[in-house]
């Protein structure tokens, strides 16, 4: 009889995704749907760059169709190894820099080039749903360290010490935070990095928000503990490429060499044409204008955004996210079920967003708004109809 690999009972669609599904029936439907969930910019690459990229494509060559190696064109490596000296003073060889079809690549390739079966990993809650899914199918059991909105999200040192175990694998570090906006402290980070020092394992951090941050720095834990930390990273949001699918991977070379292996296996090598888009970009003189710019603007619908939260949903507890895209309010004063009340808004009142149960055990009443992907008017207008269902949802 025919069957089914059983770890795939562990995988499940991305509530990003279906709700994307579910919105384009709707549109097909003729509902216009104001859409809080999209964890994508809504401000394209710098026109200079797609100019240049205009330009290359009009070329007798086959440099932008043909295969690269798999560990990403030395070009691209070399600049991102430029970009993260500039940003954080780092010194990383292209040599400890793979490149990868997009974050969630880098992701899958990290996790099975350190996991067996058995290993233990430490997953903050609430953070990113993409982890615990592939953790599992690889066989980790996930060990939860609970955050809470009280203490700004930031991780207990203490408890994180008591949760570490001889079979702990690694603690993963999404900062700034995917839906919290939380910046790792710097004394949080130091203690963390000592700690994976003393019990030699590893620590993957997330970055994928790195360069979108509104108050506050980000703290990049490679300074910290270097033999010890294996990061993922994204071009979707800065240059805001998230369809043209390309990301990368730094850290010790033992770990890059293997995470290469396994991204050779699942897609040969990263899309060449936004390779060459990304080094341009990285290059540019106009890179980091184009950051503090979609800063200013996101900084800006952020604000919108809170002042809309404690106006139409006056009892909505969160924090003001000092990075990323997104804020996560805590509706427990209005509901129980943070995924049925999702579905009543997208529905009946046609705004997307995605529930808390995605993101945490605990925070299950809660929602994730992102405030990029829509105009500031549109952005008002969804959190005005979401305390308008939560009344009606009383």
């Known amino acids: 009889m025919r069957d089914f690999s059983k770890r795939l009972a562990y995988l499940r669609e991305s509530p990003t995704r279906k709700i994307d599904a579910l919105r384009e029936r709707l549109k097909r439907e003729g509902k216009d749907v104001i859409i809080l969930s999209a964890g994508q910019p809504s401000i394209p690459p710098p026109l200079e760059v797609r100019q240049k990229m205009a330009e290359l494509l009009q070329e007798e060559s086959m440099e932008l169709y043909g295969y690269t190696p798999s560990q990403g064109i030395y070009e691209l490596r070399e600049a991102i190894s430029e970009d993260l000296r500039r940003l954080g003073g780092l010194d990383v060889s292209p040599d400890h820099i793979v490149v990868t079809a997009g974050g969630q690549a880098a992701m ?30 690889f066989g980790a059991r996930v060990v939860r360290l609970r955050t809470s909105l009280e203490e700004g999200y930031q991780p207990s ?57 509104y108050e506050g ?40 060499s293997r995470i290469k292996l396994v991204n050779e296996e699942m897609v040969y090598c990263p899309p060449s044409f936004a390779q060459k888009m990304v080094a341009i970009y990285l290059r540019s003189d106009i890179r980091m204008k184009y950051v ?19 106006r139409y949903v006056p009892e909505g507890k969160f924090k003001v996210p000092q990075g990323s895209m997104f804020i996560f309010v805590d509706l427990s004063s209005y509901i129980d079920d943070g995924e049925a009340f999702a579905q009543k808004l997208l ?22 708004i992102s405030f990029v992907a829509e105009k500031t008017e549109r952005l008002i207008e969804g959190i005005r109809r979401i305390g308008e269902a939560l009344v009606a949802y009383r």
């Open 347 to 368: 529905q009946e009142y046609s705004v997307a967003l995605v529930p808390g149960n995605y993101f945490s055990e605990v925070y299950k009443a809660a929602v994730r």
């Open 217 to 256: 720095e980000h703290v990049y834990l490679y300074k910290l503990a270097p033999e010890n930390v294996i990061s993922i990273n994204t071009f979707s949001k800065d240059p805001a490429i998230p369809g043209w699918r390309l990301g990368y991977v730094y850290g010790p070379k033992e770990a890059v």
């Open 292 to 310: 503090k710019d979609f800063i200013a603007a996101y900084r800006a619908r952020r604000d919108a955004a809170v002042d809309a939260l404690k």
């Open 157 to 213: 040192v203490e408890r994180l010490k008591e949760l570490v175990s001889p079979k702990t694998k690694a603690v993963i570090i999404v900062s700034p935070d995917n839906p919290t906006g939380r910046l790792i402290s710097p004394d949080s980070a130091k203690a963390i990095a000592d700690l994976a020092i003393d019990n030699d394992i590893w620590l993957i951090t997330d970055e994928a928000y790195k360069t979108m941050i």
């Open 108 to 137: 899958f390739s990290t996790l099975a080039s350190i996991l067996e079966p058995g290993d233990e990993v430490i997953l903050f809650d609430p953070t990113y749903f993409g982890y615990k899914p592939l953790l599992e199918y």
